[in-house]
């Protein structure tokens, strides 16, 4: 079956690699805003997706961009990273990053980012921050 540490941390270096934004293939206790961590989400692993054997991993991006208060600049920089807004000082989009190497350097059979949500305050490890999830599907053997 599919390593999970290794397409997590596979999927944290595209990010990264595309992004400039720190991101983490593994939770921490403490993260520096602006970053990204890697998550597990419900449900895990959706066995027998294809006729092969190939797996559906979901996973969560946690997009944490600030521990202040959302004033402008913060919430432009978390548009340009969910890719609604463009922003070049900033970098480019999760998602769009996550589609320019969508087998994770052939790590898995396909990365699709799902969808956007929980936009404002999240909380990760005890604080509360600024940010948003990203859903993604991996597929993978």
């Known amino acids: 079956m599919a390593d999970l540490v290794a397409i997590r941390n596979a999927l ?4 990264t690699r595309y992004t ?21 989400r419900e449900p895990l ?4 997706s294809t ?3 190939t797996v559906d991993i979901n996973l969560m991006v946690l997009l944490i961009i600030s521990d202040a208060a959302p004033v402008d ?18 970098g480019s989009s999760v998602p769009e990053a996550i589609e320019e190497d969508n087998t ?11 969808s956007a949500g ?20 991996i597929g993978a053997i």
Do not use: W
């Open 45 to 48: 692993i959706n066995y027998a």
């Open 12 to 15: 944290a270096a595209s990010i």
């Open 104 to 114: 994770l350097g052939g790590t898995v059979h396909y990365t699709q980012a799902v």
């Open 73 to 90: 600049a913060t919430q432009r920089a978390l548009d340009t990273y969910l890719g609604v807004d463009q922003n070049p000082a900033i």
């Open 118 to 137: 929980s936009y404002g305050r999240i909380e990760y490890s005890g604080v509360t921050y600024f940010g948003a999830r990203i859903s993604v599907v």
């Open 20 to 40: 400039g934004l720190r991101t983490d293939g593994q939770a921490r206790d403490q993260v520096t805003p602006p970053c990204a961590v890697v998550l597990p």
């Open 51 to 53: 006729m092969d054997g």
